[in-house]
């Protein structure tokens, strides 16, 4: 079925399709799925990975401008650059709401994908390690999310939203800070777009459900016992 799923995605969207089979081969690890029915789809989903990166002019220059970023600062590694520069202007404190400029042409997808980058330019190191921090606090309370439910499926379920949004955090701020590969993946809760907020805000909603059943249920039976 995931397969099936990636195999659509992936003609469209191949960092979303990858982005996809690698949350659903997590989400199943956790299950407990037996090891030998995950690994073995492994070798043909690489190879088909390989083959779909190979056939690409696109992605191989953007692998090319991660590994040379200096042959490549005018083309196609373009981007990441303007976004080491944003960063890097920043410093410590920024220079202050509003008054960056690599937003004014000099680094494109500036609202979306690289909004990270304009972050550490007007807010510096401080309001990007701010961010990160905030990232870091979900995660860490989506999982007493996960450890308090009693209900298998709510545990799957709010891992798999935590481990989600926090991959796609990092995806997006690895690229930003060139750690990564320059790829179209948004910054949970910042990035413009609303398709990805809406979908982020409504997997926070259901998060915050699992929360308070599990609240409840952690309640009844405190009441049973002292009863």
């Known amino acids: ?16 399709a990858a982005f996809m089979a690698i949350v659903a081969f997590l989400i199943l690890a956790g299950a407990g799925a037996k090891w030998w029915h995950l690994l073995t789809p492994v070798p043909f989903g690489m190879a088909g990975f390989f083959v779909l990166l190979i056939s690409s002019p696109s992605r191989m220059q953007r692998i090319a ?13 373009y ?15 920024g220079k202050g ?11 494109p997808e500036d609202t979306t994908d690289f909004v990270f980058a304009i972050i550490g330019e007007e807010l510096g190191f401080v309001g990007a390690a701010a961010v990160i921090g905030l990232f870091i606090a979900f995660v860490a309370l989506g999982i007493m999310v996960v450890l308090r439910s009693r209900d298998r499926f709510g545990q799957l379920l709010a891992g798999g939203i935590v481990l989600t949004i926090a991959l796609q955090a990092v995806l997006n701020i690895g690229v930003v800070t060139v ?13 413009a777009g609303g398709t990805s907020m809406l979908l982020s805000a409504a997997a926070v909603g259901v998060l915050l459900n699992i929360a308070k059943q599990a609240a409840q249920k952690s309640a009844e039976s405190q009441d049973k016992l002292s009863q």
Not at 1 to 16: H, P, Y
Not at 65 to 77: H, K, N, T, V, Y
Not at 179 to 191: A, D, E, M, Q, Y
């Open 1 to 16: 079925m995931v397969a099936t799923v990636v195999g659509l995605v992936v003609i469209e969207d191949f960092g979303t």
């Open 65 to 77: 401008a991660f590994l040379r970023p200096e042959q490549w600062e005018d083309s196609a590694g």
């Open 79 to 93: 981007q990441a650059n303007q976004s080491l520069v944003a960063l890097g202007s920043g410093w410590l404190w």
């Open 97 to 107: 709401l509003g008054e960056g400029i690599c937003k004014y042409g000099h680094l």
């Open 179 to 191: 750690v990564l590969p320059t790829k179209g993946i948004p910054l949970p809760f910042v990035s």
